[in-house]
């Protein structure tokens, strides 16, 4: 209490509006607001300032809301870019549903390659799942709002599968390097319990190393704007509505991302210096022709998925001073391009896989 007898006062920066916030915390307002006292006797400006103080206050709860953003200044055309959406949703669960129903199938893809290429179609799988339903729910029924622990579930599986998935690329990355440079203990360096193990280690590396930081955010404040930049919860955007000290918060998701994405990025960009060193030691042109083909398929794979992963971190980071339209296409783009492409890219570079997928949908359209 100060000498007026009034409740101590805070000053909290909003990160997301640069402003000074008059906050009272909830500890002062339960031990040092007397709240019988707050009868006739009080004036009336003092009671509408203590109500604007106390509405201030923004505790994660089971009540905070947050509101997502569809395409800004096109919200007038949210039924008409739905379609295009749909479309793509539609293509990417189709297509990694098909490559990964014909691995699982076909005995002759029960190899280390086609493995990881199913495991591959997983995390696309999951990531389209992931946002599947609040951007399209904005797009057909404007339908915003979602709860603070819905917000946390979402961006937990949608970094859990982003991270899954540059561990998956790193797997393949080994898988052509054991392929090329030692093609005879290929089949004993890849057994299916080292490629089970693989799995599992992708799963846990993920979980464990996003479980705290998703955690740390429940016990953190936030703004009384709650908007947020995308159609999904991202972490970067979530994190600028926070007023509370994000120090640790800032630290463990830049150790999140360097141990994740950093070190496998690394260890994919040293898996094809020894790709490459081990091709040009082949002395048949031809040989080495057909060792680089291999690669492309993977090369276009880790492409798609990392520039535009990249190019998300830079426009969060730096584009303070960007349209508002250009986050959000980024964002879809990381999202969304690489579960499209990926069967895409295999079914064509892939001959067996091309092969049997239309073997099984010309067998489907014959039936019918």
Same mark, same amino acid.
């Given at each position: 209490m100060d000498e007026d007898g009034h409740p101590k006062t805070l000053q909290f920066a909003c990160p997301s509006r640069g402003q000074q916030r008059l906050v009272t915390t909830s500890n002062s307002l339960e031990k040092d607001f007397d709240y019988s006292a707050w009868g006739k006797n009080q004036d009336l400006n003092k009671r509408i *300032?203590?109500?604007?103080?106390?509405? *201030? /206050?923004?505790h994660n709860s089971t009540f905070l809301t947050f509101l997502l953003t569809g395409v800004p200044g096109l919200e007038w055309a949210?039924?008409? %870019?739905?379609?295009?959406?749909?479309?793509?949703?539609?293509?990417?669960?189709?297509? @990694?549903?098909? /490559?990964?129903?014909?691995?699982?199938?076909?005995?002759?893809?029960?190899?280390?390659?086609?493995?990881?290429?199913?495991?591959? $179609?997983?995390?696309?799988?999951?990531?389209c799942i992931s946002t599947l339903v609040t951007v399209l729910g904005i797009f057909w029924l404007n339908a915003r709002e979602i709860s603070f622990n819905a917000c946390l579930s979402q961006m937990f599986f949608i970094h859990l599968f982003t991270f899954m998935e540059s561990s998956v690329l790193l797997a393949m990355a080994f898988d052509h390097f054991v392929a090329i440079s030692n093609p005879l203990r290929y089949a004993t360096i890849l057994t299916?319990?080292?490629?089970?193990? /693989?799995?599992?280690?992708? =799963?846990?590396?993920?979980?464990? %190393?996003?479980?705290?930081?998703?955690?740390?955010?429940?016990?953190?404040?936030?703004?009384?704007?709650?908007?947020?930049?995308?159609?999904?919860c991202f972490y970067p955007d979530v994190m600028k509505l926070l007023y509370s000290d994000t120090?640790?918060? $800032?630290?463990?998701?830049? =150790?999140?991302? %360097? $141990?994740?994405?950093?070190?496998?990025?690394?260890? %994919?960009?040293?898996?094809?210096?020894?790709?490459?060193?081990?091709?040009? @030691?082949?002395?048949?042109?031809?040989e080495r022709k057909k060792a680089f083909s291999t690669c492309i398929s993977h090369i276009t794979a880790v492409a798609i998925f990392y520039i535009p992963l990249i190019s998300l971190s830079f426009v969060h980071r730096f584009g303070k001073h960007s349209p508002p339209y250009v986050p959000t296409l980024i964002a879809n783009i990381y999202l969304l391009i690489p579960p499209l492409m990926n069967p895409i890219i295999y079914s064509v570079k892939t001959k067996q896989i091309e092969k049997a997928v239309l073997k099984l949908v010309c067998s489907k359209g014959t039936h019918i």
């Amino acid at each position: 209490m100060d000498e007026d007898g009034h409740p101590k006062t805070l000053q909290f920066a909003c990160p997301s509006r640069g402003q000074q916030r008059l906050v009272t915390t909830s500890n002062s307002l339960e031990k040092d607001f007397d709240y019988s006292a707050w009868g006739k006797n009080q004036d009336l400006n003092k009671r509408i *300032q203590l109500l604007r103080i106390i509405t *201030q /206050i923004s505790h994660n709860s089971t009540f905070l809301t947050f509101l997502l953003t569809g395409v800004p200044g096109l919200e007038w055309a949210h039924a008409w %870019i739905s379609i295009p959406f749909c479309c793509l949703y539609l293509t990417a669960l189709s297509g @990694n549903t098909l /490559i990964l129903f014909v691995v699982l199938t076909e005995p002759s893809f029960h190899e280390p390659m086609y493995y990881f290429l199913s495991m591959l $179609s997983t995390t696309d799988i999951g990531l389209c799942i992931s946002t599947l339903v609040t951007v399209l729910g904005i797009f057909w029924l404007n339908a915003r709002e979602i709860s603070f622990n819905a917000c946390l579930s979402q961006m937990f599986f949608i970094h859990l599968f982003t991270f899954m998935e540059s561990s998956v690329l790193l797997a393949m990355a080994f898988d052509h390097f054991v392929a090329i440079s030692n093609p005879l203990r290929y089949a004993t360096i890849l057994t299916h319990a080292r490629i089970a193990q /693989i799995g599992l280690a992708v =799963i846990t590396r993920g979980t464990v %190393i996003l479980t705290p930081l998703v955690l740390l955010l429940k016990h953190l404040s936030f703004c009384r704007s709650h908007v947020l930049r995308h159609s999904y919860c991202f972490y970067p955007d979530v994190m600028k509505l926070l007023y509370s000290d994000t120090k640790i918060n $800032s630290a463990f998701g830049l =150790i999140a991302i %360097i $141990s994740t994405t950093g070190v496998d990025s690394i260890f %994919i960009l040293l898996s094809y210096v020894l790709i490459i060193h081990s091709v040009l @030691n082949i002395a048949s042109p031809e040989e080495r022709k057909k060792a680089f083909s291999t690669c492309i398929s993977h090369i276009t794979a880790v492409a798609i998925f990392y520039i535009p992963l990249i190019s998300l971190s830079f426009v969060h980071r730096f584009g303070k001073h960007s349209p508002p339209y250009v986050p959000t296409l980024i964002a879809n783009i990381y999202l969304l391009i690489p579960p499209l492409m990926n069967p895409i890219i295999y079914s064509v570079k892939t001959k067996q896989i091309e092969k049997a997928v239309l073997k099984l949908v010309c067998s489907k359209g014959t039936h019918i």
